[in-house]
């Protein structure tokens, strides 16, 4: 393989298309139940909440966007994308410049918007980086190994996700196609991805333990 | 006083009258967006920063630079001579050009590596050499050798390539030597000493404060960027440990952290960074160390004063740069001139770079003074003792317009199948007028550094 990579770098690059999916999943959903919780329909925002496992009382809207922006929990858009950077740049000499720029730049605007009020014109704006930021490291021609690593990441994130937040099966049968082919791109030994619906309550086990099918971590 | 006589600068300036300041901001952006950083560990704390930058770049006039080159050239071999010889036959020593307690008290001296020879005999692969030019004498000085892990060629190059698009009006009239082919230097040069296998740059990770460096240059050369934990020695072979488990040879290390974190089974044995064995692989030759292991020994500031005689002794030539007027209180007669003009001369201690140990003795009181008096007559091989030169400012653009700064220039040597001079540099320069300290480690800033003119 033409790639080299590393397995230090392999787990950074699936890790990098992780937050990056469930920063910008984040945004998306944080900027919807901000509409109802406007609305004082409270238990939108606390239902998103409670879907990842967290529990938060707020008194208003803008508590709760600031809430779901820097809250001290691991479901917060400020720290994916703490983490989702720190992925990249200890991997950014496999990956594109710009991408990395848009990214960067994210982490940039929200340390900046720190200590003010959130807005939703600005996290709509990162929404739109993000998705440039994923559509740059996928519209290439020259699509290289790392560039599969992030792809696989953000699939598996993106099935975790809708298992947890919207509980459906149906949704991620695309994606698991999909996670088998770059699976299959990645190694020559994986093993298809067969899902029934018995494995509902297995689902999140099962797809986060793929990536150790083609990371040799132990070796 | 600045240097601003040359038509090249004058060009520039009839233009950068022109041009709109207000698109500089873009310049920041670009740093900022893409995380162009030197970090630095203050108090404990990990402080990620951009390298803070000035857009006046230095300028030098081609000529000027034609023959910055051929005493960097010349240098440069006499250093990788002086490198071979202290590690196989020692002849400088044995005639007495270099008293041999130099060599042997050199920190960075190994004794354990007489006899080895490195791949193809280069040792200074990369060199950093920092220079001023003198006010007085109008003549550019050799301040410093850095032959070990000299850093900072990425940030000239990357601003370069923000500046062209963000004022292509200087690129389009003037003449301006291209900076890119940097990174094809070392690949070259990497491919040269590589004793089968593949390239990689280690780094000694995220938190290093040259990181964006070390990914950078991967990047560019095509090198694989790896830490310690990417790394194995099985039978005094390197490999990198791909993700499927394979292990791909590795043939050239471009390291950037120092010998004594290497490898914890031959020096320091903490060290977290290093990998175990790779000097065992580099003694048997199936790997090259970029730069060798070593090097310290030629950049010691105590050796720094022996380097004219090297050249001498060498190449049976006269140095076409000079040092700046150095005193080594070893030396009776040196001891004595130090200890008498201790006030006006600046004191280096050799143990020490990126700027500390540095002392200006017009700065330090009375007990101050009687203190490194002391301490010079006690351990005279600890220190080096120079004329404090009075080098050009170089405009810089602040707050409220052109302001002169004290800056330097680190011009960068790649040594491979042949020598060459990077016609470009690093130009640093202190935020603080009147500060003579422009290192990055002491908070300064960087220019580029544009070889003008036909």
């Known amino acids: 393989m033409a790639g080299n990579i590393t397995i230090r770098a392999a787990d950074h690059l699936y890790w990098l298309g992780r937050y990056l999916q469930r920063g910008e999943t984040m945004i998306a959903e944080s900027l919807n139940a901000y509409d109802y919780v406007i609305d004082r329909n409270f238990a939108e925002g606390q239902e998103l909440f409670a879907k990842l496992g967290l529990s938060f009382e707020y008194k208003n809207a803008k508590e709760f966007l600031h809430l779901a922006t820097y809250g001290d929990h691991t479901s917060s858009i400020s720290y994916n994308f703490e983490m989702a950077r720190e992925n990249a740049i200890i991997c950014r000499d496999l990956i594109d410049d710009r991408g990395f720029g848009f990214l960067n730049q994210i982490h940039n605007t929200l340390q900046a918007a720190k200590d003010k009020d959130i807005s939703s014109y600005l996290l709509e704006d990162m929404l739109n980086d993000t998705q440039t930021t994923l559509g740059i490291f996928f519209s290439e021609i020259y699509r290289p190994e790392a560039y599969h690593f992030i792809k696989f990441g953000q699939y598996i994130e993106r099935v975790d996700l809708m298992v947890r937040i919207f509980d459906s099966l149906e949704m991620i049968l695309l994606d698991i196609e999909k996670i088998n082919m770059l699976g299959h791109k990645l190694s020559s030994d994986f093993k298809e991805v067969k899902l029934t619906f018995s494995d509902r309550d297995r689902v999140s086990i099962l797809f986060n333990s793929l990536i150790k099918q083609i990371i040799a971590y132990e070796s | ?454």
């Not at chain 2, 390539?161 to 082919?181: D, G, H, L, N, W």
Request: charged share 25%.
């Open chain 2, 1 to 454: 006083m600045v240097d601003d006589q040359s038509l090249e600068y004058q060009k520039f300036l009839e233009i950068f009258r022109t041009i709109d300041l207000g698109k500089a901001s873009q310049l920041k952006e670009f740093l900022n967006t893409f995380g162009v950083n030197f970090n630095l560990f203050k108090d404990g704390d990990f402080i990620e920063r951009p390298f803070p930058f000035d857009i006046v770049p230095r300028i030098i006039p081609k000529s000027e630079f034609d023959h910055l080159e051929r005493g960097l050239k010349q240098r440069m071999e006499a250093l990788n001579r002086f490198l071979n010889d202290i590690y196989t036959d020692q002849k400088i020593v044995k005639e007495g050009i270099v008293p041999a307690e130099f060599v042997a008290s050199a920190k960075a001296f190994l004794p354990n590596f007489m006899g080895f020879v490195p791949s193809k005999g280069v040792r200074s692969h990369i060199s950093g050499i920092d220079l001023v030019k003198n006010s007085k004498t109008d003549e550019w000085v050799i301040l410093e050798d850095n032959l070990r892990v000299p850093s900072g060629a990425s940030y000239p190059l990357s601003i370069r390539k923000a500046f062209r698009r963000t004022y292509p009006e200087f690129f389009e009239s003037m003449t301006i030597a291209k900076v890119k082919q940097y990174p094809s230097y070392l690949e070259e040069m990497m491919n040269y000493v590589n004793c089968g296998g593949i390239n990689v740059v280690l780094t000694p990770g995220r938190f290093n404060s040259a990181f964006y460096e070390h990914s950078y240059l991967a990047k560019e050369t095509g090198a694989k960027l790896v830490t310690n934990e990417d790394l194995i020695v099985v039978d005094d072979i390197l490999y990198l440990k791909r993700y499927d488990g394979a292990k791909v040879r590795v043939g050239a290390v471009y390291r950037r952290l120092d010998d004594d974190f290497l490898d914890p089974q031959f020096f320091e044995p903490t060290s977290l960074i290093g990998v175990p064995g790779i000097i065992n692989a580099y003694l048997k030759k199936n790997v090259a160390i970029i730069n060798a292991v070593g090097n310290g020994v030629a950049d010691d500031k105590g050796i720094y004063y022996f380097v004219p005689k090297m050249i001498r002794y060498y190449l049976g030539e006269e140095p076409i740069l000079s040092n700046a007027p150095t005193y080594l209180p070893y030396f009776e007669e040196d001891r004595k001139y130090i200890l008498d003009h201790l006030h006006e001369l600046v004191i280096k201690d050799v143990a020490e770079a990126g700027g500390y140990g540095v002392l200006f003795g017009s700065r330090l009181s009375r007990e101050e003074l009687a203190s490194i008096r002391n301490l010079i007559i006690a351990e005279p091989r600890r220190f080096i003792a120079q004329e404090l030169i009075e080098f050009y400012d170089i405009d810089c653009m602040m707050e409220d317009g052109l302001s002169p700064r004290k800056s330097d220039l680190r011009a960068y040597v790649i040594y491979g199948e042949d020598i060459r001079v990077w016609s470009g540099g690093l130009t640093r320069y202190a935020l603080e007028a009147g500060n003579y300290l422009v290192n990055s480690s002491q908070g300064g800033g960087f220019k580029d550094t544009w070889v003008a003119g036909e």
